[in-house]
């Protein structure tokens, strides 16, 4: 199994940045999928969520408006869009996969090795 976070990189602020994540090894359609974040220091974050057949997408109140989540099942994808970057939106950006098998109580649950993003003039 593997999610691998590509796209970080050193944005100024206002600019823009596209985080993806390609999943392997597992039935990603079947997933929900999320995307947290963990700034220096801090707890990590939930930021946005995107349902298995990515109907729903909801997000955190901090990014809502300007962050836009999407998925690609048909290519084992999930993305981040990040528009008008502040500061306080640099972090470590990890993917998450969460499957729960309500029948068998089993949970199952899959993260990414993150990728940096740093919003900075």
């Known amino acids: 199994v593997q999610l691998v976070e590509s796209g970080g990189g050193l944005v100024q602020p206002g600019g823009s940045l596209r985080l993806s994540c390609a999943a392997s090894?597992?039935?990603?359609?079947?997933?929900?999928m999320t995307w947290y974040r963990q700034a220096l220091g801090k707890e990590r974050e939930l930021v946005a969520g995107?349902?298995?057949?990515?109907?729903?997408?909801s997000y955190a109140d901090s990014v809502k408006g300007r962050f836009t989540i999407s998925r690609d099942n048909a290519k084992n994808m999930v993305y981040l869009q990040m528009n008008s970057l502040k500061p306080e939106d640099t972090a470590v950006y990890y993917c998450?996969?969460?499957?729960?098998?309500?029948?068998?109580?089993?949970?199952?649950?899959?993260w990414g090795q993150g990728t940096q993003g740093t919003v900075s003039s």
């Open positions: 995107i349902t298995s057949a990515g109907d729903i997408t």
């Open positions: 090894g597992f039935t990603f359609s079947n997933y929900v």
């Open positions: 998450n996969a969460l499957d729960v098998i309500v029948a068998t109580m089993r949970r199952y649950e899959y």
